[in-house]
């Protein structure tokens, strides 16, 4: 298998004259192709295979000590323009940037295969959907991205139509951290990583494309790339809304995603639909709506905290045809990792005999690879090339005061503004000290693929053309009490809170105005099945003293991506201000 089209084979034939493998695979994503990749991972113990009675066609990968997770310090945007990239990224130009992956490509493939993966981020006959072409030399990087994304002929029947492409070029040339670089050029639809395997870094259909590359051509194709989970809501009637939600880590967005209803809500009828965990393309469509695709195929998930407690549907997915990586095993060979139960490991995520003196077990990066067909919530939706009209979405962040439960913004720029404000506080496990405030707006923090003042005017933009704009909500599950306590139990009974946004999405419930936005009447989230009746006068209230220093905050935060924030932003501080103020 090679290509018909020539911008493709010229590129191809390029890269391997500089990298100079010994062979070239064009990859079809085919059972039989991935058996023998496989096979050949398990001869070179780049996989391990795993309990086969109890977790069929499920692998181990442990990765470099060193090369566990994504460098953020280390990934560029390179722009011809530096301001382009904004202040929240780093930047290289773009000559630079080639000139020292150049020399690092030199000869990096000699005595490997270089893997060719044609790709489609989004359903194959979705217009929404884009195509990507990345060549690797590892094997590991091609058996999680036939499970990450749509890849293989049917991907590379319809990039030899449109004849459009982002090139993803990776090698994980020596594994050497002091040589380990992730560029990015928007201009040029182009990513090139270099001297890491680990997923973030080297699954370029990821993060690279759908995120960062994606954001920019969102910009200018009309479009909004997100890092947002997509779920459809159905209640007892049938009708199923759809909501797009956007968290910064430890914040349950998975959870989310794959909720299961709770009793009373689930003997009712309420069914909850998983389109996907993580990322969102966001189109306008024809009826004034924004509908929306989730460009993956498959969950990239952390391992540690996944439980039967806090995720069912999640690890009811992991017992077959699913890759592990850094988790730690079982006496008889089984994936562990903390919090999934008590049993105690035999073997770390490094291979060695468990040893708490060591640290956790599973890295706390660890990760599972899966096909998202394998959720018990999944549903077909997910492959509707039209995609799923979107009702509501929703921006979340840990704030252990200060930020109501649920708050609904009077209308796109004032959910704009929330969205752009987002904060989350760090936790003890993260950081060793709790409550330090991190703004990372729309959780795009590491992802925007240029500068955030022009991303917030493009939200903006694309609203205004909008008839039927989704509402905007602002959630917070994390609100504690005096004793320090979370007020709200979380987890399955956040759908109490989801049934009061898809009821004002229906305009079937009424909301009780303050100065900051919109919320519940006290009556407006349903407590009925609860084993304690949780403080709703708290978990609802808002306090004007702390909000107003909230939006100090807020404003020096916008401060440091002027001239570009967007009037309409600055506006929404002043009237939130003066609200407060009176």
């Not at 910009?219 to 939600?245: C, D, F, K, S």
């Not at 890759?323 to 060695?352: C, H, S």
């Not at 004032?414 to 707006?441: N, Q």
């Amino acid at each position: 298998m090679s290509t018909k089209l020539t911008e493709l084979a010229d590129w191809v034939d390029s890269v391997a004259s500089r990298t100079r493998p010994a062979e070239i695979h064009w990859c079809t994503g085919s059972a039989e192709e991935n058996a023998s990749l496989v096979n050949g991972m398990l001869d070179s113990g780049d996989l391990l295979e795993l309990n086969q009675a109890t977790h069929p066609e499920c692998y181990l990968h442990r990765s470099d000590p060193d090369d566990v997770a994504r460098v953020e310090h280390l990934t560029f945007v390179c722009t011809r323009d530096r301001d382009a990239a904004g202040p929240n990224n780093n930047w290289m130009a773009p000559d630079e940037a080639h000139a020292l992956m150049d020399e690092l490509f030199e000869g990096c493939m000699e005595g490997r295969t270089m893997y060719v993966i044609p790709y489609c981020m989004g359903p194959i006959e979705s217009p929404f959907s884009r195509l990507g072409v990345e060549i690797t030399d590892s094997a590991y990087v091609v058996a999680n991205m036939r499970l990450m994304t749509r890849m293989g002929s049917e991907a590379l029947a319809r990039i030899e139509r449109e004849g459009r492409f982002v090139r993803g070029l990776h090698s994980t040339g020596e594994l050497d951290p002091d040589q380990r670089y992730i560029m990015h050029f928007p201009e040029e639809l182009s990513i090139q990583s270099y001297g890491s395997g680990y997923g973030g870094n080297a699954l370029l259909g990821k993060k690279c494309h759908a995120l960062r590359i994606a954001s920019y051509q969102a910009r200018t194709e009309g479009w909004l790339a997100e890092h947002m989970m997509i779920v459809g809501i159905e209640n007892p009637q049938g009708e199923t809304r759809y909501v797009a939600a956007a968290f910064p880590s430890a914040c349950g967005k998975t959870n989310l995603a794959m909720l299961i209803p709770p009793e009373p809500y689930r003997s009712a009828g309420w069914k909850v639909h998983t389109i996907g965990d993580d990322i969102c393309w966001l189109h306008p469509g024809k009826d004034g709506r924004l509908y929306a695709i989730n460009p993956e195929a498959g969950f990239f998930g952390v391992a540690p905290g996944t439980s039967n407690k806090t995720n069912p549907n999640a690890l009811a997915m992991l017992d077959r045809e699913a890759i592990f990586t850094n988790v730690a095993v079982t006496d008889d060979n089984q994936p562990w990792w903390e919090d999934l139960d008590d049993r105690v490991p035999a073997l770390d995520w490094k291979g060695r005999p468990y040893d708490p003196e060591n640290g956790p077990a599973a890295h706390p990066n660890s990760r599972f690879t899966v096909s998202i067909d394998r959720c018990p919530s999944y549903t077909g939706e997910s492959e509707n090339p039209a995609g799923v009209p979107i009702d509501a979405i929703i921006f979340g962040g840990r704030r252990a005061a200060l930020a109501p439960l649920v708050m609904e913004a009077e209308d796109w720029a004032h959910g704009t503004f929330l969205g752009a404000a987002m904060a989350s506080e760090t936790t003890a496990a993260a950081t060793g000290k709790v409550g330090v405030v991190r703004r990372d707006p729309m959780a795009m923090k590491p992802f925007c693929g240029y500068h955030f003042g022009d991303y917030w005017g493009h939200w903006l933009d694309v609203g205004s053309k909008l008839e039927h704009p989704p509402k905007i909500f602002q959630v917070n599950w994390f609100r504690r009490d005096g004793d320090g306590k979370f007020i709200w139990p979380g987890f399955g009974e956040n759908l109490r809170v989801l049934e009061w946004i898809m009821k004002r999405c229906a305009g079937e419930v009424e909301a009780r105005e303050t100065p900051v936005g919109n919320l519940p009447e006290r009556n407006g989230i349903s407590t009925a099945g609860l084993s304690s009746e949780p403080d709703l006068d708290t978990l609802l209230s808002v306090d004007g003293r702390e909000w107003l220093g909230e939006l100090d905050e807020i404003e020096k935060h916008l401060e440091a991506f002027q001239p570009r924030v967007p009037d309409a932003l600055l506006d929404w501080l002043r009237k939130l201000r003066d609200r407060l103020s009176k």
